[in-house]
């Protein structure tokens, strides 16, 4: 809406479809336009450019006609813009009850096709293919009705390739754009000469935080690389995320340019070495949540770094002290030394832990983030009638990918992870074991505001002799993250007296529907089943519920009410609570 003393803009539609483009007001101009068949858009973008509609009704008389004068030319170049070249109208300007009013009749005539389009790019990316299928992609094609919109979107489209891959002396041998009004035809021709492709130059910068090894690692930018836009900003996402850098600028020196090469220039501004911090939370599962965090983003000018956290909750709570190292692609690829202190108090199972973990994390090249670790866990731990105390040193492997197209609320995306580990007694271990298990979650979209989610979790021990087993590492089913409408870890295989002691294996589903009603309010129904189990004794659980999401700053919070399906022994809802990603 235009402020007070503007014009009045309406649109009639031959289809008698009457489109108010400005709400109308008494000391307003009324300018009324009736057009037959044409889209919405063309409508919007002659009264943006009728500069008539700027004008008040106290407006002098002499400005007016003149406004009115310019009317044939802005509704010539509005009309051609969308390919209508042999249109036609009448105006009538007249002052009625102390206001102006302007009648546009408009018949828009047939709409110019495009016959031919004649793109071609000479120079060294007439061999980049990457270069052609850009080519490919052109915004009109033979046939399609002419904008002049689209037309210099496949300039741009050149352009942007050609700055983007370091074409940077590329130039324009022709870009015409022929009309034929008696045919109602147009003929597309654009040469495009791209010159020599620049390579990367000597990379500038000063710091004396890490290592000049450690920083080139950082650095996609190779001196003699084939220049692409993408290792710039590759370059600088990598910096900027390294933690050891508050501030990252990574520029091409286009104007310096000189023999084929683009210098690089890094300014960095170095980031505090020592940060703390304080965060709550709460789940229906551990209750409220205290953490406190410290870490040290650069122990040595060798890139280390170690974090301290305190987690603290009534049903679980650790310490835990993780120091990484750098080394091959820093970003990608460290050494990890972890150890920790762990208690944790359920309905069925209480236990006191001590871990020390050493391993090697990388991202592969297909995505998977692998994790190879030897982990000593020794553990005291109480599971109905059973007090235990065991040790296992186990080698493992995990392997771990997710893919979402947003992190708050993800309406298509996946999580993947899968872990194995095994433990004997011919090394250092109370019991032998094979354990495996595999996570997934995945997100489909369902029109633009519903979404479907899927959610798998399996696992299964392979141990000679399960008593011995700690708590932490037997399957327990029930729980925010689990079955909901079941306490945590309340599912299972239970003793002689009827106390849950866990299970061998676990196979946990569960299928679920949002649908965003508001920007930032979703609900969702949801039904889950499985059961921790003994290879011999399963019996699924399922339970239903409804629950609501809200996507808050901090990210997507997350109530739900659930009921058990067909259960005896519990015939109760629950509700349940909690703070975190959806993958």
Same mark, same amino acid.
């Given at each position: 809406?235009?402020? #007070? ?81 042999? $249109? ?7 002052? #009625? ?30 061999? @980049? ?39 940077? @002396? ?63 900003? #590759? ?24 023999? $084929? ?6 300014? /960095? ?22 953490? /406190? ?46 150890? $920790?202190?762990?208690?944790? @108090? ?81 090394? /250092? ?26 959610? /798998? ?113 519990? @015939? ?12």
């Amino acid at each position: 809406m235009r402020i #007070k003393g503007h014009l009045l803009l309406i649109a009639l539609m031959s289809s008698h479809f009457v489109v108010p483009l400005v709400h109308g007001k008494e000391n307003f101009i009324k300018a009324m336009i009736t057009i037959d068949g044409v889209e919405k858009e063309l409508i919007q973008t002659i009264q943006e450019n009728l500069f008539i509609n700027d004008l008040t009704c106290d407006e002098a008389e002499w400005r007016v006609r003149h406004a009115a004068k310019k009317i044939d030319v802005e509704l010539g170049e509005s009309l051609n813009a969308f390919g209508y070249y042999n $249109g036609s109208f009448s105006k009538k300007v007249e002052k #009625k009850e102390n206001c102006w009013q302007v009648f546009l009749e408009i018949d828009p005539g047939p709409q110019t096709k495009v016959e031919t389009i004649d793109v071609a790019v000479e120079g060294e990316a007439s061999e @980049d293919e990457e270069f052609q299928n850009k080519l490919e992609l052109l915004p009109i094609k033979e046939g399609d009705y002419l904008r002049h919109d689209k037309y210099e979107k496949i300039k741009e489209l050149i352009e942007t390739t050609a700055q983007t891959r370091g074409y940077f @002396d590329g130039k324009y041998l022709e870009h015409t754009l022929r009309i034929n009004k008696a045919k109602n035809l147009a003929a597309i021709s654009i040469q495009y000469d791209s010159g020599s492709r620049y390579r990367f130059g000597d990379t500038r910068y000063e710091q004396n935080y890490i290592t000049e090894e450690l920083l080139t690692k950082y650095i996609s930018a190779k001196q003699g690389e084939p220049y692409h836009n993408k290792k710039i900003t #590759k370059t600088y996402q990598d910096l900027s995320g390294s933690g050891y850098f508050a501030d990252v600028e990574v520029k091409a020196l286009i104007d310096e340019r000189h023999d $084929g090469i683009v210098p690089i220039e890094i300014k /960095l501004l170095r980031a505090k070495r020592k940060t703390y911090s304080v965060g709550i939370g709460a789940s229906t599962d551990t209750g409220p949540r205290f953490l /406190l965090t410290h870490k040290n983003k650069r122990v040595n000018s060798r890139g280390h770094k170690h974090e301290t956290k305190l987690l603290l909750s009534p049903v679980k709570s650790n310490l835990s002290f993780d120091y990484q190292i750098p080394i091959g692609q820093p970003q990608t690829d460290y050494v990890g030394l972890q150890l $920790g202190f762990a208690h944790e @108090d359920t309905d069925t199972s209480e236990s006191d832990s001590i871990l020390a973990k050493i391993g090697r994390t990388k991202l592969r090249t297909n995505g998977w983030l692998e994790s190879i670790f030897l982990e000593l866990l020794q553990e005291d731990f109480k599971v109905g009638d059973e007090d235990e105390t065991s040790a296992l040193l186990m080698p493992g492997i995990s392997w771990t990918k997710i893919r979402q197209n947003n992190p708050i609320y993800p309406t298509k995306g996946y999580y993947l992870s899968m872990e194995t580990r095994v433990a004997t007694q011919a090394l /250092l271990s109370d019991v032998d074991l094979l354990r495996l298990k595999f996570n997934s979650k995945g997100i489909l979209p369902l029109g633009s505001k519903a979404r479907f989610l899927t959610r /798998l979790e399996a696992g299964y021990n392979v141990v000679d002799n399960f008593e011995e087993l700690p708590a932490t590492l037997r399957f327990f089913a029930g729980g925010d993250n689990s079955i909901r409408g079941y306490e945590f870890e309340s599912l299972g295989p239970e003793n002689s007296s009827g106390d849950v002691i866990g299970g061998e294996a676990l196979l946990v589903g569960s299928l679920e529907l949002d649908y965003l009603f508001k920007p930032k309010w979703a609900v969702a129904a949801f039904v889950d089943a499985g059961d921790a189990f003994d290879t011999n004794d399963i019996q699924i659980k399922t339970s239903a519920g409804i629950g609501v999401r809200w996507l808050s700053p901090i990210g997507p919070i997350k109530v739900d009410i659930a009921f058990p399906i067909n259960d005896n022994d519990v @015939d109760d809802f629950r509700f349940h609570f909690r703070l975190g990603p959806e993958l």
